[in-house]
């Protein structure tokens, strides 16, 4: 039987654009538990470079790696930071109750 060649699947190879980033975020914020939503953060900053973000968030290199780590609980100003230097914003919106 021949060898089967793979490659490393990383969702941050895929993230290039806002609306990509956004639908990626959306989806994790209909069910994720917050561990996995901090997971998915940690993608999408991957995706822009941690160092480019440091610079552009105003958050450090080593504050993003822990605040977006597997033990990080980041504050809601650090993920504002981070996601303002992505180009995103946190919104508000009615729940549909039901």
Excluded: Q
Aim: glycine fraction near 10%; charged fraction near 25%; charge should be negative.
């Amino acid at each position: 039987m021949p060898k089967i060649e793979t490659t490393k699947f990383d969702s941050a190879d895929y993230l290039n654009t806002a609306e990509a980033i956004a639908a990626y975020l959306d989806a994790y914020l209909e069910d994720a538990t917050p561990e996995e939503l901090r997971g998915a953060l940690a993608t999408v900053a991957r995706s822009h470079g941690i160092s480019d973000l440091a610079r552009r968030s105003g958050v450090s290199r080593p504050g993003i790696y822990k605040a977006l780590g597997e033990d990080g609980n980041p504050s809601f100003e650090t993920i504002r930071s981070i996601l303002g230097a992505m180009g995103l914003r946190l919104t508000i919106e009615p729940a549909e109750m039901g």
